[in-house]
Nanobody, 122 residues
Protein backbone atom coordinates (compact mmCIF):
# COMPACT_ATOMS: atom_id res chain seq x y z
CA UNK A 1 0.00 0.00 0.00
CA UNK A 2 2.95 2.29 0.72
CA UNK A 3 6.27 1.72 -0.99
CA UNK A 4 9.50 3.32 0.12
CA UNK A 5 12.72 3.45 -1.87
CA UNK A 6 15.82 4.80 -0.19
CA UNK A 7 19.01 6.20 -1.64
CA UNK A 8 21.96 8.34 -0.65
CA UNK A 9 23.87 6.16 1.75
CA UNK A 10 27.61 5.93 1.64
CA UNK A 11 30.91 6.56 3.33
CA UNK A 12 31.74 9.92 4.82
CA UNK A 13 34.40 11.27 7.13
CA UNK A 14 33.58 12.49 10.59
CA UNK A 15 32.43 16.09 10.43
CA UNK A 16 31.09 15.66 6.94
CA UNK A 17 27.56 15.64 5.60
CA UNK A 18 25.26 13.24 3.83
CA UNK A 19 21.70 13.43 2.58
CA UNK A 20 19.43 10.42 2.48
CA UNK A 21 16.39 10.31 0.24
CA UNK A 22 13.25 8.24 0.47
CA UNK A 23 10.82 8.17 -2.43
CA UNK A 24 7.34 7.24 -1.29
CA UNK A 25 4.21 6.16 -3.07
CA UNK A 26 0.88 4.63 -2.20
CA UNK A 27 -2.78 5.27 -1.72
CA UNK A 28 -2.52 6.40 1.89
CA UNK A 29 0.82 8.15 1.62
CA UNK A 30 -0.53 11.66 1.97
CA UNK A 31 -1.95 10.96 5.43
CA UNK A 32 1.12 9.17 6.77
CA UNK A 33 4.06 10.15 8.89
CA UNK A 34 7.45 9.53 7.31
CA UNK A 35 10.23 8.65 9.69
CA UNK A 36 13.87 7.69 9.78
CA UNK A 37 15.27 4.99 12.00
CA UNK A 38 18.74 3.59 12.27
CA UNK A 39 20.28 0.38 13.45
CA UNK A 40 23.93 -0.09 14.25
CA UNK A 41 25.49 -3.55 14.39
CA UNK A 42 24.56 -5.30 17.61
CA UNK A 43 22.12 -2.59 18.62
CA UNK A 44 18.38 -2.16 18.46
CA UNK A 45 16.74 0.02 15.88
CA UNK A 46 16.28 3.56 17.13
CA UNK A 47 14.23 6.54 16.12
CA UNK A 48 16.02 9.38 14.36
CA UNK A 49 13.44 11.81 13.01
CA UNK A 50 9.96 12.00 11.54
CA UNK A 51 7.77 14.40 9.62
CA UNK A 52 4.07 14.56 8.86
CA UNK A 53 3.49 14.66 5.15
CA UNK A 54 0.53 17.00 5.19
CA UNK A 55 1.60 19.54 7.79
CA UNK A 56 5.36 19.19 7.95
CA UNK A 57 5.51 18.82 11.71
CA UNK A 58 8.81 17.31 12.78
CA UNK A 59 10.23 15.35 15.67
CA UNK A 60 13.86 14.54 16.39
CA UNK A 61 15.69 12.21 18.66
CA UNK A 62 18.25 13.86 20.90
CA UNK A 63 21.02 12.12 19.01
CA UNK A 64 20.40 14.18 15.90
CA UNK A 65 19.12 17.48 17.24
CA UNK A 66 21.05 20.39 15.82
CA UNK A 67 22.77 18.17 13.26
CA UNK A 68 20.01 16.37 11.38
CA UNK A 69 17.17 17.91 9.43
CA UNK A 70 14.20 16.03 8.05
CA UNK A 71 12.28 17.59 5.19
CA UNK A 72 9.98 16.69 2.36
CA UNK A 73 9.36 17.59 -1.25
CA UNK A 74 5.67 17.15 -1.91
CA UNK A 75 6.04 17.41 -5.67
CA UNK A 76 8.54 14.56 -5.72
CA UNK A 77 6.90 12.50 -2.99
CA UNK A 78 10.26 12.35 -1.31
CA UNK A 79 11.44 12.77 2.24
CA UNK A 80 15.03 13.68 3.06
CA UNK A 81 17.33 13.36 5.99
CA UNK A 82 20.13 15.89 5.87
CA UNK A 83 22.89 14.83 8.22
CA UNK A 84 25.59 17.32 9.11
CA UNK A 85 28.54 17.17 11.47
CA UNK A 86 28.46 13.41 11.29
CA UNK A 87 30.06 11.39 14.04
CA UNK A 88 31.40 7.88 14.08
CA UNK A 89 28.51 6.83 16.29
CA UNK A 90 26.12 7.79 13.50
CA UNK A 91 27.31 4.75 11.59
CA UNK A 92 24.30 2.53 11.01
CA UNK A 93 21.82 1.25 8.50
CA UNK A 94 19.22 3.95 8.06
CA UNK A 95 15.64 2.98 7.31
CA UNK A 96 12.82 5.06 5.96
CA UNK A 97 9.45 4.16 7.44
CA UNK A 98 5.82 5.19 7.13
CA UNK A 99 3.12 5.06 9.76
CA UNK A 100 -0.32 6.42 10.51
CA UNK A 101 0.75 8.84 13.23
CA UNK A 102 3.69 10.69 14.70
CA UNK A 103 5.42 8.34 17.09
CA UNK A 104 8.77 7.41 18.61
CA UNK A 105 8.26 3.68 18.48
CA UNK A 106 9.12 1.61 15.44
CA UNK A 107 6.01 -0.44 16.16
CA UNK A 108 3.90 2.47 14.96
CA UNK A 109 5.43 2.41 11.50
CA UNK A 110 3.92 -0.13 9.16
CA UNK A 111 5.99 0.23 6.00
CA UNK A 112 9.74 0.18 5.67
CA UNK A 113 12.36 0.81 3.06
CA UNK A 114 15.24 -1.52 2.32
CA UNK A 115 17.75 0.43 4.36
CA UNK A 116 20.77 2.51 3.42
CA UNK A 117 24.20 2.01 4.91
CA UNK A 118 25.83 5.09 6.35
CA UNK A 119 29.41 4.70 7.45
CA UNK A 120 31.26 7.51 9.18
CA UNK A 121 34.99 7.14 9.40
CA UNK A 122 36.99 8.63 12.24
Amino acid sequence: QVQLVESGGGLVQAGGSLRLSCAASGRTFSSYVLGWFRQAPGKEREFVAAITWSGGSTRYADSGKGRFTISRDNAKNTVYLQMNSLKFEDTAVYYCAAGPRMAWSQNEYRYWGQGAQVTVSS
